[in-house]
């Protein structure tokens, strides 16, 4: 029997990004395995997503903003924009050790994805325009008290 989880997973998308991290973590020069012979120490090239988006991203992947397209240069202050930063950052280090294609994946699995969510017209800078900054409006979703007896751990399966 599938379930929605099921099918997600088996969704081609998400097989293609699955893959590419796949080979990712493949070809990289770093490693988990603690056994390994003399583990390099990972140094990132940038101390932080604020040091990344500052020297890097702001100045690397310029866009001219057209059709409701979006930029905060208080972007820190979006906490939507700031995690996407901060994935983006932490990817793109260790993308960055990767011998061949690592850049190339990055691009394709990362920032292709997170670039059009950033600077859409109804993305975390929505409320930015023409150079002025204004915070996302709060609790868009609204979301109940869920009662203590209705939480529980998740079912688990035999196979």
Known sequence: MTTAIDDVDNAPSVRRARDLLVQLAATSRLTSDPSAAAPEQFVPHYPSARAWVTHHYSVMYVRRLRNGQRWCARWF?????????????????????TEFIGTALWLRAELDHHLPILHSDDGPFAGCVDGEHRLPTPALYPVADVPAADVSPPATTSQ
């Not at 202050?77 to 050790?97: G, I, K, S, V, Y």
């Open 77 to 97: 202050e979006h906490p939507e924009a700031a995690m996407r930063f901060e994935a983006l950052w932490r990817t793109w280090e260790q993308a960055r050790l």
